[in-house]
């Protein structure tokens, strides 16, 4: 079975442990790259942005119990600004080419929450604002590159009190029911709880250039791995919000299932 890794710190516990099982291959790349590989058939299970689900859900089961998400701060998925962000009206947005789910995110907060009307280009150098998501964000977030940060974790919990699922872990549906997924599934669940319970035993195979020890800990501790009744919630109020801006053509049926 080959599984797509996302290589951010955000999941560098999961995949930490998932290795150590030593029954998998791993292929690793943004978000984005790992969308296109599961699509393709690169990879048979990913970790991969929430909105390729919906986008694509005939392909897929989700499975249970465990996402990447936020309940409220998240840190590594910005909007970074040298103004406020009612003054950004008419103003032009750098969208990362890195995830879907996060631009389609800031379109929503945009709209809905901040009532800010911008224009999006993909010219860093160009732009008045930049959406930075995964170690470029937590970079920027703890270093203070800019004057404004707008955490969009933070913002959607204001937005609608429910957590955001960033990522979703996915298999293409020919896996469902098998004992292959079946067995992947508790081993996710199993590590998803085990590792959270010696952060800091982490920090002796991992370093994050420009972060602190205390910082890199700090960020582990807020990241969300669960998949609860309130994180559907969440889901399903980002899919009718990303219907609504037209970033997707109908509501998808969500099939957890393994």
């Given at each position: 079975?080959?599984?797509?890794?996302?290589?951010?710190?955000?999941?560098?516990?999961?995949?930490?442990?998932?290795?150590?099982?030593?029954?998998?291959?791993?292929?690793?790349?943004?978000?984005?790259?790992?969308?296109?590989?599961?699509?393709?058939?690169?990879?048979?299970?990913?970790?991969?942005?929430?909105?390729?689900?919906?986008?694509?859900?005939?392909?897929?089961?989700?499975?249970?119990?465990?996402?990447?998400?936020?309940?409220?701060?998240?840190?590594?998925?910005?909007?970074?600004?040298?103004?406020?962000?009612?003054?950004?009206?008419?103003?032009?947005?750098?969208?990362?080419?890195?995830?879907?789910?996060?631009?389609?995110?800031?379109?929503?907060?945009?709209?809905?929450?901040?009532?800010v009307k911008v224009s999006f280009t993909?010219?860093?150098?160009?732009?008045?604002?930049?959406?930075?998501?995964?170690?470029?964000?937590?970079?920027?977030?703890?270093?203070?590159?800019?004057?404004?940060?707008?955490?969009?974790?933070?913002?959607w919990f204001q937005f609608s009190g429910?957590?955001?699922?960033?990522?979703?872990?996915?298999?293409?549906?020919?896996?469902?029911?098998?004992?292959?997924?079946?067995?992947?599934?508790?081993?996710?669940?199993?590590?998803?709880?085990?590792?959270?319970?010696?952060?800091?035993?982490?920090?002796?195979?991992?370093?994050?250039?420009?972060?602190?020890?205390?910082?890199?800990?700090?960020?582990?501790?807020?990241?969300?791995?669960?998949?609860?009744?309130?994180?559907?919630?969440?889901?399903?109020?980002?899919?009718?919000?990303?219907?609504?801006?037209?970033?997707?053509?109908?509501?998808?049926?969500?099939?957890?299932?393994?």
């Amino acid at each position: 079975m080959k599984i797509g890794e996302i290589r951010y710190a955000n999941v560098y516990p999961i995949f930490y442990y998932l290795k150590k099982i030593k029954e998998y291959d791993f292929v690793r790349g943004t978000p984005s790259f790992l969308n296109k590989m599961i699509r393709e058939g690169g990879v048979d299970v990913g970790v991969c942005s929430s909105i390729e689900y919906a986008r694509n859900p005939g392909k897929y089961v989700i499975i249970p119990d465990i996402s990447i998400s936020s309940v409220g701060d998240v840190k590594s998925v910005c909007l970074f600004s040298s103004r406020k962000i009612e003054n950004l009206e008419n103003a032009t947005v750098f969208l990362t080419e890195e995830s879907g789910t996060s631009v389609v995110l800031l379109k929503i907060l945009l709209k809905y929450y901040f009532n800010v009307k911008v224009s999006f280009t993909n010219n860093f150098d160009d732009s008045d604002a930049v959406l930075l998501i995964g170690d470029k964000a937590l970079f920027s977030y703890y270093n203070n590159d800019y004057k404004y940060v707008y955490d969009l974790g933070f913002h959607w919990f204001q937005f609608s009190g429910y957590p955001f699922v960033f990522a979703l872990w996915i298999s293409d549906s020919k896996w469902e029911g098998t004992e292959d997924i079946k067995r992947l599934h508790k081993n996710l669940v199993n590590i998803k709880v085990d590792s959270q319970k010696n952060l800091a035993a982490l920090l002796e195979e991992y370093s994050f250039k420009g972060l602190t020890s205390y910082q890199i800990l700090d960020y582990w501790d807020i990241i969300n791995y669960n998949l609860t009744e309130k994180h559907i919630c969440g889901l399903i109020k980002f899919y009718k919000l990303a219907r609504e801006i037209g970033e997707i053509k109908k509501f998808p049926p969500l099939n957890l299932s393994v």
